[in-house]
């Protein structure tokens, strides 16, 4: 439909394959959080985390068809963004483009960080900045060499983790049913309920891990990032929201539940990863050495996603008019290579300067970047309700790809995200965002008063302000859906 149209303005190489795409979906939603920050949804939830996912992936599963009914319409790189800029007008697209690059900036700058503390559990002598500047080396080389590569690099690092956590849940399941692991004696299901019930902490556990959880689905919505460098969009797209949602609700709900039927719940938060105490009860000696590999794959894959995301977005805010002309100069790869060279480059102070600043300071930035995702989801849901009301019957009608329920289950999404945002309120280490975030905001909207001054001159000057490329590609594809 629109993706000819497209090309003439975005000039990105459509090098991304359907089996890309499945595992870049499946794998910027799995990774750390699940491994490790598990431990501490689990100790507020107890086992009644398992429903908290569950409701948490419902809300995930509207969020993707919203961004997938315009995903499918418009395939364009900076998805959201540019849909938002259309839809809700120039200043939405603009929040959101650069709120999400700062996401990604943050989210990279914490995992890179990371990578140095995981390193050290084989080489404590290591200095932590040496690994960070090699992951970061890596991950920027993988992005400029052609998107055929990073979806290449994704999909083997997705894999990793993807079979890790098939293995533990067959593994769990054998000794839960039948005693391997533990002279052959069935360890049953009891646990699930037997310490304190079902919900030990009452429902305000239940809720508060919500906020863990929410934040746990992080990244899933690159698969919007993506559309504008799939091969076959309209199909690709479909592929990857129908199938990567259930993939990842059963990898989060199986491997949480085999866990917890195999330890006490109360004993979990205690004793680190999840992860790692099954793999020491199934006889594995070597379980955190395969577990240390299994969470620095997941870190160099977030971050490599955070490389590919920030370009694009960088790329597309320049198409806006609300980021300079540089961000638009692709390589012989057709990569926006100026905007991920910014974006690695950001890093790299980001990273240096992490070692030096107060620790709190680190967690006041941090602490944006996750709000930023319940931002970005938010503009989804309502630029698919004002996308769906501005066609008429017919139009409807000729979409290949609908958010289901809506406009009602788009008005519930938006609600449960309000509900996460008060929930946050209720923890220390989440709370800080809600006084952080506003910050961000406002000193986004002074540079959009600026850029908006400065576009007001071009126009004196140069006659009539030209409408941004996205926005004519858009409406180009309202057109052609008559």
Request: aromatic content about 14%; some cysteine.
């Amino acid at each position: 439909m629109a993706e000819q149209n497209q090309e003439m303005h975005e000039n990105l190489e459509r090098g991304l394959k359907n089996r890309h795409i499945q595992l870049i979906g499946l794998g910027g939603a799995i990774g750390v959080g699940l491994f490790l920050g598990s431990a501490t949804a689990i100790e507020l939830a107890g086992p009644s985390v398992l429903l908290t996912y569950i409701i948490g992936g419902i809300a995930i599963y509207f969020i993707m068809r919203a961004l997938g009914e315009l995903s499918v319409a418009y395939p364009v790189s900076g998805a959201f963004s540019a849909h938002a800029a259309r839809f809700l007008g120039p200043k939405w697209g603009y929040l959101t483009g650069w709120t999400y690059w700062y996401m990604w900036m943050v989210t990279c700058m914490a995992e890179l960080t990371a990578v140095g503390i995981y390193m050290n559990f084989w080489f404590p002598d290591l200095p932590r900045w040496i690994p960070a500047l090699a992951a970061l080396a890596i991950m920027t080389a993988v992005n400029f060499i052609a998107v055929s590569a990073y979806g290449e690099f994704e999909f083997w690092f997705a894999l990793v983790k993807i079979l890790t956590i098939i293995f533990m849940i067959v593994t769990g399941g054998a000794m839960i049913l039948f005693g391997l692991g533990n002279d052959w004696e069935p360890v049953g299901l009891a646990n699930l309920w037997s310490q304190g019930g079902f919900f030990p902490n009452g429902i305000s556990g239940t809720l508060l891990a919500l906020v863990m959880v929410m934040y746990s689905y992080l990244g899933i919505e690159i698969i919007g990032v993506t559309a504008g460098e799939a091969h076959d969009p309209k199909s690709t797209i479909k592929k990857a929201i129908d199938e990567v949602f259930w993939r990842i609700l059963i990898f989060y709900v199986l491997s949480l539940g085999v866990i917890m039927a195999i330890y006490p719940w109360n004993e979990i938060g205690h004793m680190g990863s999840p992860f790692v105490l099954t793999f020491q009860k199934l006889g594995i000696s070597s379980a955190a050495d395969i577990i240390n590999i299994v969470v620095i794959t997941a870190v160099l894959s977030s971050c490599n996603s955070g490389l590919f995301s920030s370009g694009r977005m960088l790329y597309n805010l320049s198409l806006q008019g609300n980021a300079p002309k540089c961000f638009q100069t692709l390589n012989r790869h057709r990569l926006p290579w100026v905007g991920i060279a910014f974006s690695s480059g950001i890093l790299l102070i980001a990273v240096a300067l992490n070692y030096v600043i107060p620790s709190q300071l680190f967690v006041y930035v941090t602490s944006v970047g996750s709000f930023a995702a319940l931002w970005t989801w938010f503009v989804i849901l309502r630029t698919q309700q004002k996308f769906r009301a501005s066609l008429s019957e017919e139009e409807k009608k000729l979409l290949t790809y609908k958010m289901p329920f809506a406009p009602w289950s788009g008005y519930l999404t938006i609600l449960f995200l309000a509900a996460v945002v008060v929930a946050s309120g209720f923890r220390d280490d989440t709370r800080v965002a809600l006084y952080v975030t506003p910050i961000w905001f406002a000193i986004l909207l002074i540079g959009y008063h600026f850029i908006e001054k400065h576009k007001g001159k071009t126009e004196r000057k140069g006659g009539l302000r030209e409408e941004p490329e996205p926005a004519k590609e858009l409406a180009a594809g309202i057109s052609e859906m008559k």
